[in-house]
């Protein structure tokens, strides 16, 4: 039973996942963020092409997604399985994760997964907010380069997870908390593995720079 309650998890994600608010705000303005800039439905784009308010809707959205996904699994599992609630958590934010980078009706083309992974670490791991925080912040502001923050950012939060499981400080122990382990590695790759694009580009050195000016009001 226990592999099916991490299904389960998973599949909860995997359906908030397909909320995009980007693409969905787009579309409220006659605008389909896939034929625009980047062509990437996160917050950059939308932010780049649709404007500062629509950038932050799209943040606060794909962060909530995850908080509600986490939020639903919590509500199912904390009374019958208390001693799996916090691993299920974690499987639902990936969940959550999985179905923004991979949504079915988009044919499998969605996000980055970034603010996902943010809402992850909201919901389930705060302890990484801060430092990922402070290094998006620095590494966006120095480099103007919002893809290496962002991969910054995924390999902070693996690394934090092992020091602070290995402190005690997850909440979890023995096979669970390797196996949050694992879920995190995860997490890292698929950020990483979505930014191939700007990694090619950041070697280059002609990755597109963050600019506090959007392309459009």
């Given at each position: 039973?226990?592999?099916?309650?991490?299904?389960?998890?998973?599949?909860?994600?995997?359906?908030?996942?397909?909320f995009l608010t980007g693409f969905f705000y787009g579309k409220t303005q006659n605008v389909d963020l896939r034929n625009v800039g980047s062509g990437n439905v996160g917050t950059t784009n939308t932010y780049r092409?649709?404007?500062?308010?629509?950038?932050?809707?799209?943040?606060?959205?794909?962060?909530?997604?995850?908080?509600?996904?986490?939020?639903?699994?919590?509500?199912?599992?904390?009374?019958?399985?208390?001693?799996?609630?916090?691993?299920?958590?974690?499987?639902?934010?990936?969940?959550?994760?999985?179905?923004?980078?991979?949504?079915?009706?988009?044919?499998?083309?969605?996000?980055?997964?970034?603010?996902?992974?943010?809402?992850?670490?909201?919901?389930?791991?705060?302890?990484?907010?801060?430092?990922?925080?402070?290094?998006?912040?620095?590494?966006?502001?120095?480099?103007?380069?919002?893809?290496?923050?962002?991969?910054?950012?995924?390999?902070?939060?693996?690394?934090?997870?092992?020091?602070?499981?290995?402190?005690?400080?997850?909440?979890?122990?023995?096979?669970?908390?390797?196996?949050?382990?694992?879920?995190?590695?995860?997490?890292?790759?698929?950020?990483?593995?979505?930014?191939?694009?700007?990694?090619?580009?950041?070697?280059?050195?002609?990755?597109?720079?963050?600019?506090?000016?959007?392309?459009?009001?």
């Amino acid at each position: 039973m226990s592999i099916i309650y991490r299904l389960i998890s998973l599949a909860i994600g995997y359906i908030c996942g397909h909320f995009l608010t980007g693409f969905f705000y787009g579309k409220t303005q006659n605008v389909d963020l896939r034929n625009v800039g980047s062509g990437n439905v996160g917050t950059t784009n939308t932010y780049r092409n649709l404007g500062p308010k629509a950038g932050v809707l799209t943040l606060l959205g794909d962060v909530l997604k995850v908080v509600l996904s986490v939020g639903v699994v919590w509500l199912i599992f904390h009374n019958s399985q208390p001693q799996m609630t916090k691993l299920l958590m974690y499987y639902a934010g990936l969940g959550t994760i999985l179905g923004h980078n991979f949504p079915t009706f988009m044919k499998f083309k969605g996000g980055k997964g970034i603010a996902c992974t943010g809402g992850l670490m909201v919901a389930v791991c705060p302890i990484c907010v801060p430092i990922c925080l402070a290094i998006f912040l620095i590494t966006v502001a120095l480099t103007r380069y919002v893809s290496l923050g962002s991969i910054l950012v995924c390999i902070s939060f693996f690394i934090q997870i092992l020091v602070f499981g290995q402190m005690g400080m997850l909440g979890l122990d023995g096979a669970q908390l390797y196996e949050v382990y694992v879920l995190a590695a995860v997490v890292m790759l698929l950020g990483v593995a979505r930014h191939h694009a700007n990694i090619g580009r950041l070697i280059k050195g002609t990755e597109n720079k963050f600019s506090f000016i959007p392309e459009k009001q």
